[in-house]
T-cell receptor, first 114, second 111 residues
């Protein structure tokens, strides 16, 4: 079964630096999502993306965050000026256009801010 | 507030035994409910989906139930295997494909 691929699997970054997390969704999927999971806590919604623009975002997704799909395949999450509390697993998900299609998750990027 | 609560937080079961995981949700407007399995170091994988009108759904040894009146769901694992060791996450879909995640039931199957 086609997979959602995320890179890198683990990113270690100094506080204040910028990071870009990358995702390659399944090719025929139309809706894209980013989630994060702080260690020991629930998965939290960050942002949804459709038709090359943000369709919805949570209160977590502030000006520090941005998403884009620069080349029609990669879907990226950029975090500017990282903070210690940004340390978490970041999951990308994608789904097709039909209403009850499941979101397919990547295996995540573990982001560690030092 | 749209949220999902799961119990027990964790459990240990012997290989071959059955177990049942519980989920309570409060979301509006409710769309459907999924159970996901998350292996350590992996992303969540969908096991079952249940809409408002469905009471039970099976996927191999996994059987999910849904009571839309009490807003409760359960996931029953039959004849557990070592590979069933994982976190099982209850996810309520609501609104425009928004998801509310539970914290997960951590299951450890021992030989």
């Amino acid at each position: 079964e086609p997979e959602v691929t995320q890179t890198p699997s683990h990113q270690v970054t100094q506080m204040g630096q910028e990071v870009i997390l990358r995702c390659v969704p399944i090719s025929n999927h139309l809706y894209f999502y980013w989630y994060r999971q702080i260690l020991g806590q629930k998965v939290e919604f960050l942002v949804s993306f459709y038709n090359n623009e943000i369709s919805e975002k949570s209160e977590i997704f502030d000006d520090q965050f941005s998403v884009e799909r620069p080349d029609g395949s990669n879907f990226t999450l950029k975090i500017r000026s990282t903070k210690l509390e940004d340390s978490a697993m970041y999951f990308c998900a994608a789904r097709g256009g039909m209403g009850n299609q499941p979101q397919h998750f990547g295996d995540g990027t573990r982001l560690s801010i030092l | 507030k749209n949220q999902v609560e799961q119990s027990p937080q964790s459990l240990i079961i012997l290989e071959g035994k059955n177990c049942t995981l519980q989920c309570n949700y409060t979301v509006s407007p409710f769309s459907n409910l999924r159970w996901y399995k998350q292996d350590t170091g992996r992303g969540p994988v969908s096991l079952t989906i249940m809409t408002f009108s469905e009471n039970t759904k099976s996927n191999g040894r996994y059987t999910a139930t849904l009571d839309a009146d009490t807003k409760q769901s359960s996931l029953h694992i039959t004849a557990s295997q070592l590979s069933d060791s994982a976190s099982y996450i209850c996810v309520a879909h609501y609104g425009n494909n928004r998801l509310a995640f539970g914290k997960g039931n951590q299951v450890v199957v021992i030989p």
